[in-house]
């Protein structure tokens, strides 16, 4: 989740670590470093161009919008897998398409929202604190 401070003022945006976009799985932010400056360098040349008609609060909602979810849901699957790290272990590199699923994490291909829903819906339920019930 993004935290739940401001991230943009009058003449201000956070981005990257400073925004604290940073998974909570495997602490990359590379990615979200990029993508919010990138965001922020959007909503900037919006600014210009409106004549300052719009906010650097167009920035904050479209932080949230793309990160929070996923930032989320980093902390519900490290909350699982670093509890049971044997088990996780095993069920990854037994299934290569689940390997590949979490590597698509940090290039933004997939989120964990669905690796989560895949790791429940491939019969990985019997893995120990997993159901939909946590
Ligand atoms: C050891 C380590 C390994 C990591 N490995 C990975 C990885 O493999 N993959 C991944 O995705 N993420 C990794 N991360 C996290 C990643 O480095 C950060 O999430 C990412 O660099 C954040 O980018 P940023 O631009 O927000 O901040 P930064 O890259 O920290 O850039 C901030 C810049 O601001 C400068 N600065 C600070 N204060 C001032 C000031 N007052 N005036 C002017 N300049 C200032 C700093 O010198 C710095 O250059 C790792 C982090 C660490 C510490």
Redesign the pocket.
């Known amino acids: 989740m993004c935290p739940k401070g401001k991230l943009a003022g009058r003449r201000t945006l956070l ?5 604290g ?3 909570a799985f ?8 990029i993508r919010s ?1 990138q965001i922020a360098a959007e909503k900037i040349a919006e600014i210009i161009k409106e004549k300052r008609t719009s906010s650097m609060g167009s920035y904050e909602k479209a932080c949230r919008k793309e990160f929070d979810e996923n930032l989320q849901y980093s902390h519900t699957v490290s909350k699982y897998i670093y509890k049971f790290p044997a088990q996780f272990f095993n069920a990854f590199i037994r299934d290569d398409r689940l390997l590949d699923q979490l590597l698509d994490i ?1 290039i933004m291909k997939t989120t964990y929202k669905k690796i989560l829903f895949n790791l429940l819906r491939n019969s990985y339920h019997h893995l120990p604190g997993l159901s939909l019930k946590n």
């Open positions: 981005c990257g670590d400073a925004g976009f940073v998974d495997s602490r990359e932010g590379i990615a979200y470093a400056g940090p």
